[in-house]
């Protein structure tokens, strides 16, 4: 019996409508559509990095405020992924892309006009929930447009525009801040989203699933978003809560009960949001957890990364975006040759390839110092960017190319659930485990710096500043002093960078294993000729 997970190798769904003129019957054009929404939704999630100091402000933002323009953004978007790409397979994948896409731009605008950091908040969470509508279907329409043979392609210069996007945000983000304002950020949404909606709503096809009286699975939906919500938030609180309090620890557990619930649950009804079925293939499950990974090597990395840029080496946004240009660029290079490499060899050669590419990168942060020369810190960012491409189109194929096209957004707003709470949980854990180093070496390292044993117990209180990068310098400081306190401060940062990159790196090697033992091996038939 075939599987219930093989691919339909239909370039079509045989219940889409006939593309209606030549521009809707192009999968290229289609390819150009999703890569303006992608490119909106990935640039903003790294452009904010750069916004939140200066938001927080002239906002007059709490630490926990400002942490809840992060967190409100990602717990809307993991809890609606899935169901937005359920919703395109259903009613249309062209629809919701659009709909996204206004809804995403608007809400960016709302962002910039708001005034305050609860408005800010506020207008992050809607941005979430349109983004939650626009990701999945992007693949869910490549899936569906795309034979087989070219798919793989596809997904790769679809990576490409993701991970391009996403490094590219400091430096966009850097500029705007710099030369005009926080709200701009925001605000350059605006024209990207109107270009996105005029060129797809000239070329997009429509495709849905044909799915007759079958009813849609609300039960479903609210069991998945509810979990998602509950494990995304433990994730994101467990840094200043602790991970080991009974918040974190419950909120987690909760999650984890409620999405074990919702598992048993589509097991037993007609028409499930996210079908089991898909879990079958082994190929689908592990590019699931390798997409997770990778997301949390590339933000949580990128994240402490640009706090040792600027808080320690004292860069400005824009240089500091500028010195994580070998990053924009290796991705540049990796994503649509991860797809060839994927096309030509299979996952499974290239998904244990990105991420031993990505241990080597960890590794070679352990050089970094407080006064590291720029030689030693940019082959990492080369190795990172040439990893995280490659494993991003082959984990993207591994999941949507193995899904039938039926499923293409729902196995889209898988990915893309996966991803999220992959980035999620390495900001936060990452954090935690620099905050946890600083804690134990900062009075050391400052007194080993210069700084009296007296202040350098008092300075010790200032640990959470510290596991940001920051110094705990003031101007009444003598000039020696203050020298003395920062070198101490950024060893200790750097210390606990290195225990955070020793972590990911061991992490990127177990993940290689894991691909390289359970991607199945591409069932392609040898040539006739």
Not at 177 to 193: M, Q, R
Not at 214 to 228: E, Q, T
Not at 299 to 315: A, K, S
Request: proline share 5%.
């Amino acid at each position: 019996m075939p599987s219930s997970t093989s691919v339909d190798r239909s370039p079509l769904p045989a219940t889409a409508p006939a593309p209606a003129g030549r521009l809707r019957s192009n999968p290229w054009l289609t390819l150009c559509a999703v890569a303006f929404g992608l490119f909106m939704v990935q640039l903003d999630g790294s452009v904010v990095a750069i916004a939140n100091p200066v938001i927080g402000s002239e906002l007059h933002a709490t630490t926990a405020q400002l942490q809840w323009v992060t967190n409100a953004y990602l717990l809307a978007l993991a809890a609606t992924l899935i169901l937005g790409g359920k919703l395109g397979d259903r009613f249309g994948r062209r629809t919701y892309y659009l709909v996204g896409v206004v809804g995403f731009t608007l809400a960016s605008v709302a962002i910039g006009l708001s005034g305050s950091i609860e408005g800010v908040v506020v207008f992050r969470a809607l941005q979430g929930v349109f983004g939650g509508l626009l990701m999945p279907n992007t693949l869910g329409l490549l899936r569906a447009v795309f034979p087989p043979r070219r798919f793989g392609m596809a997904v790769g210069i679809w990576a490409m525009v993701s991970a391009v996007s996403t490094a590219l945000g400091p430096i966009v983000g850097g500029l705007l801040v710099e030369h005009v304002s926080w709200e701009s950020v925001f605000y350059i949404n605006a024209p990207i989203g109107v270009a996105a909606l005029l060129f797809s709503a000239c070329v997009l096809p429509q495709s849905r699933n044909s799915t007759g009286r079958h009813r849609f699975d609300i039960p479903g939906v609210v069991l998945l978003a509810l979990g998602l919500l509950c494990v995304v938030f433990g994730v994101v609180k467990g840094e200043t809560w602790g991970w080991t309090s009974a918040g974190t620890l419950g909120a987690v557990a909760a999650g984890v009960l409620l999405l074990a619930v919702f598992g048993r649950y589509e097991t037993r009804v007609e028409h499930p949001l996210l079908p089991m079925r898909l879990f079958r293939s082994r190929t689908l499950t592990v590019g699931a957890v390798i997409t997770a990974l990778n997301f949390f090597v590339m933000l949580g990395v990128i994240f402490f990364v640009m706090l040792y840029l600027q808080n320690v080496r004292g860069l400005t946004p824009v240089e500091a975006g500028v010195h994580t240009l070998p990053l924009s660029l290796a991705s540049l290079v990796a994503s649509p040759l991860g797809a060839a490499l994927t096309q030509r060899f299979g996952a499974r050669f290239t998904m244990p390839l990105g991420m031993l590419l990505q241990a080597a990168a960890c590794f070679g942060m352990l050089t970094w110092q407080t006064d590291s020369s720029y030689a030693t810190m940019w082959p990492p960012f080369v190795a990172l960017g040439l990893g995280v491409g490659m494993v991003m189109a082959a984990s993207s194929e591994a999941i949507v190319g193995s899904a039938p096209v039926s499923d293409g957004g729902v196995a889209g707003g898988l990915q893309a659930t996966t991803l999220q709470i992959g980035g999620a949980l390495g900001t936060s854990v990452l954090v935690s485990l620099i905050s946890g180093r600083v804690g134990v070496t900062l009075t050391g390292e400052l007194t080993a710096a210069g700084v009296p044993p007296a202040l350098a117990q008092r300075l010790h209180e200032a640990k959470d500043a510290v596991a940001m990068g920051v110094a705990p310098v003031s101007a009444d400081m003598p000039a020696g002093l203050r020298a003395a306190v920062a070198q101490g401060s950024g060893q200790a940062f750097l210390n606990g960078v290195h225990t955070a990159v020793v972590v990911t790196g061991l992490l990127c090697l177990a993940g290689a294993a894991l691909a390289a033992v359970g991607v199945s091996r591409p069932a392609r038939e040898p040539a006739a000729h």
